[in-house]
Each structure stands twice: as structure tokens, then as C-alpha cells.
């Protein structure tokens, strides 16, 4: 296999009246061609500001990315001109985002969409263009295509505009697709029907993925690798199998004890106890983030920061339990 996205040292910065936050420190993380990468955490974590960030979809005013390097099939992109990555975003990599409306035109017939970024990437005649929007869409399951394509998002259902959105991120057959929380706003059988479409999908272009999401029934299906976020960094990193089978990090263990069981007859479903922490209180803190939270914590966990230890191969964790093993490379 070979690395199709080679992430290190990412960072984001945001402005926000009177500061600049930084709500991911450092992110590094590769996906292998055809592979699916779960990236999971709570809500707050910095999943979206990942992906976004590597989309360079923070604008000017808003925030700034920074990266030792972000190569995408085997290209260094992180120190591209704006002009030079608009070549590759929708093209070579693209995102799907969690509420389809982000992504449609409220003003433009659907078909057109779709087939937008071949008219703009590749110069491709429009004629030419609407045939390929017509496939896509029977292949992301759209039994009447040429309806479709001549309807507004109004018209669509919530999981018909998401198998649009998905038709319009793959259209070019991107190396990379980022897909934030792609079918959270559905009900579960249209999302098991589109995350099964998108695997096939993926499969036939050898595509890689980042599959965002907070569900980890959803990453134990589909996801062969997993990164685990807490506060704006990475604090586990192994194969879906061995994530399940011996997770390393007391967070990982919290969000794996959370999942619902069908035997369970409790009136109220389990959580971590605590909150993730606002970036203001994380961004320089020392000491493990995920400390007020964790049953385990110790004074040193408190007062060091920790790294990454390796547990095995493709296994690694930031967690001073693990603090006989080697430290892991970031
Ligand atoms: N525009 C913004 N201004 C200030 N803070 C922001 C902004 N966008 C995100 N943040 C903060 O950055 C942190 C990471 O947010 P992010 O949206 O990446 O989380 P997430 O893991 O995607 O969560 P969710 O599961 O809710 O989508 C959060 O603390 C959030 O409040
Ligand atoms: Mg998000």
C-alpha cells in the first residue's frame, strides 16, 4: 500500500475578538490509498477544524493553517499558493460536510452542481458534463436521474441532497476524500445505504478516506484505521481491530464503555463525565488535557504534558500509563 495523504504538525489558528486561539495543535496522521480513516472525538474536539483546515477552507480574516508538510499523493501542498490549491480542492481532494445545504446552491438546478467541478477543473463541455452528473447520481443510488438533476435542493429530500453532495465531491475521483459527519442528520437506514455506496465508490477509485464521526458503531464498520481526538490533538492511533480489542487511552475506553447496548435497560445512556474544555483553557495548558476528567489521573499527569508512546506497531497513545514503552515519533 502507499500513502495517498501524509499529514504532520498541522495547526490552526483562529481569530476571535481580542485573541487568536489555537483549537488544533499539531495534528500529524497519514491515510493509505483505498484506506478509511475514522477520526472520532466529542463534540468540541477539533474534528471539522481538521478537515477544514486541510481544505484550507479557514478564510484570511478568520483564521491561519500551518504545516511541516500536508502531502497528497506524494506532492507537498502545504505551502501552496491559494491560486495553486483551488487546482486541487474538488479535484484531487474533496469534502463532503455534515449539513448538505452547506454545500448546494439554493439557486442552481441540482445536475448543473454536479457537474460543476468538471466544467471548472477540467474544461469539460457541459453537454459531456451533465451525462457524467446523470451517472453519478444512478450510482450513488438516485433511481431517476434525469428528474433530479433537473430539480432545486428545495425539492430534495435530506438524504437525496446528501447522495448529491456525495455524487458532487467525487465527480473529479478525488485521491482524498474528507468526509465530516457525511450522514449524521439521517435516519439510520439511509446512512447505512450511503456509508455502504461510499465504500463501494471508494473502492472502485482506490480512493482514500476520512471518515469524520462521533458514532463508533460507524468506525467499527467502516473504518479500518482510527484517530481519537481530545482538546485539539491526537491522543490515540491504532487499527480499528486493536482500537477495540486493547484501547490504550482512558478517553478511548470512556467513548468505547458509552456505547449503547441493545441488553441495556438503563433509563439514561452513559457518558464521560465532565466536558470537553474550551480552547481558551487548553490551548497552553500543561498537563494531559484529558486529566480533570480521567479516573486514572495521577499528579504527573497533571503536571506533564505527555507524549505519544508507542504500545505496538500502528498502535500509539498519549498516556503516562504507557510511559515504559518507547515515545512515539510525531
Ligand atoms: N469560528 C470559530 N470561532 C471560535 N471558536 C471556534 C470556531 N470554530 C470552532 N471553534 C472552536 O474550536 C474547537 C473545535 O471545534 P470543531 O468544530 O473542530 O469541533 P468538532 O470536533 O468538529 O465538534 P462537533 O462534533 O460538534 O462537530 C471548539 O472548541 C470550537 O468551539
Ligand atoms: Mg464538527
Same mark, same amino acid.
Given at each position: 500500500m502507499s500513502?495517498?495523504?501524509?499529514?504532520?504538525?498541522?495547526?490552526?489558528?483562529?481569530?476571535?475578538?481580542?485573541?487568536?486561539?489555537?483549537?488544533?495543535?499539531?495534528?500529524?496522521?497519514?491515510?493509505?490509498?483505498?484506506?478509511?480513516?475514522?477520526?472520532?472525538?466529542?463534540?468540541?474536539?477539533?474534528?471539522?477544524?481538521?478537515?477544514?483546515s486541510l481544505m484550507r477552507l479557514l478564510s484570511p480574516d478568520m483564521g491561519r493553517v500551518s504545516a511541516d508538510f500536508v502531502r497528497l499523493d506524494g506532492q507537498d501542498i502545504s505551502q501552496f499558493t491559494e491560486a495553486q490549491f483551488c487546482k486541487i480542492r474538488g479535484k484531487k481532494m474533496s469534502m463532503i460536510f455534515q449539513e448538505p445545504m452547506t454545500s448546494l446552491n439554493p439557486s442552481l438546478k441540482i445536475g448543473y452542481q454536479i457537474a460543476e467541478p468538471l466544467l471548472c477543473h477540467d474544461g469539460t463541455p457541459i453537454r459531456e458534463g451533465m451525462v457524467k452528473a446523470y451517472e453519478l447520481l444512478r450510482a450513488v443510488g438516485i433511481a431517476?436521474?434525469? &428528474?433530479? !438533476?433537473?430539480?432545486? +435542493?428545495?425539492?430534495?429530500?435530506?438524504?437525496?441532497? #446528501?447522495?448529491?453532495v456525495i455524487a458532487m465531491a467525487i465527480i473529479c475521483k478525488p485521491k482524498v476524500l474528507l468526509a465530516d459527519e457525511p450522514t449524521t442528520a439521517l435516519d439510520v437506514t439511509i446512512q447505512?445505504?450511503?456509508?455502504?455506496?461510499?465504500?463501494?465508490?471508494?473502492?472502485?477509485?482506490?480512493?482514500?478516506?476520512?471518515?469524520?464521526?462521533?458514532?463508533?458503531?460507524?468506525?467499527?464498520?467502516?473504518c479500518d484505521r482510527v484517530v481519537v481526538m481530545y482538546c485539539g490533538q491526537i491522543v490515540e492511533e491504532a487499527a480499528t481491530t486493536a482500537l477495540f480489542a486493547l484501547p490504550g487511552h482512558p478517553y478511548t475506553k470512556g467513548l468505547i464503555a458509552c456505547i449503547p447496548k441493545i441488553s441495556d435497560e438503563k433509563?439514561?445512556?452513559?457518558?464521560?463525565?465532565?466536558?470537553?474544555?474550551p480552547v481558551a483553557q487548553y490551548e497552553s495548558s500543561?498537563?494531559? &488535557?484529558? !486529566?480533570?476528567?480521567? +479516573?486514572?489521573?495521577?499528579?504527573?499527569?497533571?503536571? #506533564?504534558?505527555?507524549?505519544?508512546?508507542?504500545?505496538?506497531?500502528?498502535?500509539?497513545?498519549?498516556?503516562?500509563q504507557h510511559q515504559g514503552n518507547a515515545i512515539a515519533h510525531e
Open positions: 500513502k495517498v495523504l501524509e499529514i504532520k504538525n498541522l495547526k490552526a489558528e483562529l481569530f476571535t475578538p481580542g485573541k487568536t486561539i489555537s483549537p488544533i495543535s499539531g495534528i500529524s496522521f497519514d491515510v493509505e490509498k483505498g484506506e478509511t480513516l475514522g477520526l472520532v472525538g466529542e463534540s468540541g474536539c477539533g474534528k471539522s477544524m481538521t478537515v477544514l431517476d436521474p434525469e &428528474r433530479v !438533476a433537473n430539480s432545486y +435542493p428545495h425539492n430534495l429530500s435530506g438524504g437525496m441532497r #446528501q447522495r448529491v447505512a445505504q450511503l456509508l455502504e455506496m461510499m465504500k463501494t465508490l471508494q473502492r472502485e477509485e482506490d480512493m482514500g478516506m476520512v471518515l469524520v464521526t462521533h458514532d463508533l458503531g460507524i468506525v467499527a464498520e467502516y433509563e439514561f445512556l452513559d457518558h464521560i463525565p465532565g466536558h470537553v474544555l500543561t498537563g494531559c &488535557r484529558f !486529566a480533570q476528567r480521567c +479516573p486514572a489521573a495521577t499528579p504527573q499527569c497533571r503536571a #506533564q504534558t505527555p507524549p505519544l508512546f508507542q504500545l505496538d506497531v500502528g498502535h500509539t497513545c498519549r498516556c503516562w
